[in-house]
């Protein structure tokens, strides 16, 4: 059936994310809640005339207050290195490393955390990390975004009657693809890709790649090419179908590129078509 680039791509949705999308709040809470003694351990030093001499106090009473400090930098890992008139100073971040308090303290003191304590600029550690950690939590959005159009897809290929690990499988490789159907799928500089879904029906291997993309970039541009690419070199494999699903707003700006990879790929479907029941249609189930 002969289908029109501009009349489909008016039926993009122009979101699909719940309140939820922006802040997991119940993230930073049980983040905040595992380190709250530290944290509030760190009140003290709030407001300080001897900041070095109370840091020794609380490092000396409370050990594990070492651990959060690089949390005050948004900062997950527990080596931090930074260049200090050449050279390279590296700091671990563990209550039972030999680094000695004058360490820690020449860290505080070069990062502006001493300061921040020193001029009261924050009333509240447990506070001001929280604000930290909502800050950090803005950056996983790509990978809630990611989710909610994998939940989306995944509704469909249950509402069409496959099953997890019997007729569909999730994030599953290409050299798993081809040891269990004994095909080989070549795609360029991607030895072992990862497909979002595979669906089995009858004697149909079903390849699914899915996103959703909310704002515009070189990240869509790239996916619509590689894209291609994929569904170039699969045409020719028997009973073998690549089925790309995409939607959002973003590709409203570089429609272009998107319509290069209509006009290629004959499975490229959105939110609307698995709405209307396009899996059991590509299947005539």
């Known amino acids: 059936m002969s289908r029109n680039f501009d009349d489909w791509i008016l039926t993009f949705k122009e979101t699909i994310f719940t309140s939820k999308y922006f802040v997991d709040f119940e993230k930073v809470h049980n983040y905040i809640e595992t380190n709250k003694v530290e944290f509030a351990a760190l009140n003290s030093l709030i407001g300080s005339r001897s900041i070095e001499a109370d840091f020794d106090i609380l490092i000396n009473k409370i050990p594990s207050v070492i651990n959060v400090i690089p949390l005050l930098l948004a900062v997950r890992k527990n080596e931090i290195k930074y260049l200090d008139n050449g050279d390279v100073l590296t700091y671990i971040f563990e209550s039972n490393t030999l680094f000695n308090n004058d360490d820690y303290k020449k860290f505080m003191r070069d990062t502006g955390l001493f300061n921040l304590f020193e001029k009261h600029l924050i009333s509240s550690v447990v506070d001001y ?20 159009m994998s939940l989306i ?27 269990m159907f004994e095909i ?29 993309y909310s704002s515009q970039g070189s990240k869509p541009s790239e996916t619509s090419r590689s894209f291609r690419l994929i569904n170039n070199e699969s045409c020719n494999i028997k009973d073998f179908i690549f089925i790309w699903i995409t939607d959002g707003f973003g590709w409203c700006k570089i429609k272009n590129n998107l319509r290069n990879s209509f006009n290629q790929i004959e499975h490229l479907y959105n939110i609307n078509d698995l709405e209307n029941g396009i899996l059991n249609k590509v299947l005539k189930r």
């Not at 929280?130 to 989710?147: F, I, L, M, P």
């Not at 897809?153 to 081809?178: Q, W």
């Not at 080989?184 to 089995?200: G, T």
Request: a negative charge; charged letters at 30%.
């Open 153 to 179: 897809v995944e509704k469909s290929i249950i509402d069409a009657g496959f099953v997890l690990n019997e007729t569909y499988f999730k994030e599953i490789y290409k050299t798993d693809i081809e040891s």
């Open 184 to 212: 080989k799928i070549s795609s360029e500089n991607e030895d072992n890709k990862r497909f979002d879904f595979v669906l089995v029906y009858k004697n149909k291997i079903v390849a699914m790649e899915v996103n959703y």
């Open 129 to 148: 990390a929280t604000g930290v950690e909502v800050g950090s939590d803005t950056n996983a959005r790509k990978n809630r975004s990611g989710c909610a």
